[in-house]
């Protein structure tokens, strides 16, 4: 599972998912990216974690001073370069959201929109301590997640992405808890604000949760 985006879910298919997300799920979308952009000031340096083809990262550049994406996918970056021409200030590179090679203090924010940090299936408390690292102090890391309340919908667009064999078959019996399970193996969890508090203790940060649109838990780590 940990290469299932970058072999079955990845450029052209990973956009197709985009275009068939109904109404509800298009706003749920449009709302973590402009909370992510309020957040950036103008000359500022950042990352996002797992760009995919850069339906993110554009947003996020033409507000920014300068932003980098990357992606395990090659595909994605790929198409990324042709979605995003014309952005001179943004720059694509394959690597490991939790092998970054970046140097510390590298960046004024860093960004893991919709659900990354369940989604890459990576340990969770090594991405969360590597994004810090190439954070500067007084720079933000952002991790989002999804809310209980938006569970109908997103299991909703997931029964989409299957019908049109983007996923696997939705096992609905095994889905519940904010656990989503498909029957060819790929499964979506969550992290709930517990989650968040236990995965960030003892860490040299100040971590606030907060809420947007009903719809995504934001875990903001300001760096000390």
């Not at 968040?196 to 940060?205: I, W």
């Amino acid at each position: 599972m940990d290469n299932y985006y970058s072999a079955k879910l990845s450029a052209e298919r990973l956009k197709m998912a985009y275009q068939i997300a109904p109404p509800r799920v298009r706003q749920y979308l449009r709302a973590e990216i402009d909370h992510v952009t309020e957040q950036i000031s103008p000359g500022e340096a950042i990352l996002e974690l797992g760009c995919g083809f850069g339906r993110v990262l554009g947003p996020l550049a033409r507000k920014a001073g300068r932003a980098i994406g990357i992606d395990t996918s090659m595909d994605s970056l790929v198409m990324a370069r042709k979605e995003l021409a014309g952005l001179e200030n943004i720059r694509l590179l394959r690597m490991d959201a939790a092998r970054l090679g970046f140097s510390d203090r590298t960046f004024d924010r860093v960004a893991c929109v919709q659900n990354g940090i369940s989604a890459f299936h990576v340990d969770q408390r090594t991405l969360i301590v590597e994004s810090m690292r190439v954070t500067r102090p007084g720079g933000t890391v952002l991790f989002s997640s999804y809310t209980e309340k938006f569970w109908d919908h997103r299991l909703e667009w997931f029964r989409l992405q299957s019908a049109a064999g983007l996923l696997g078959e939705i096992d609905l019996q095994s889905s519940r808890d904010g656990r989503i399970v498909c029957r060819d193996g790929f499964t979506a969890t969550t992290v709930s604000p517990e989650g968040f508090r236990e995965l960030t203790a003892d860490l040299p940060a100040r971590v606030t949760m907060d809420e947007v649109d009903g719809t995504s838990l934001f875990c903001e780590i300001r760096i000390r």
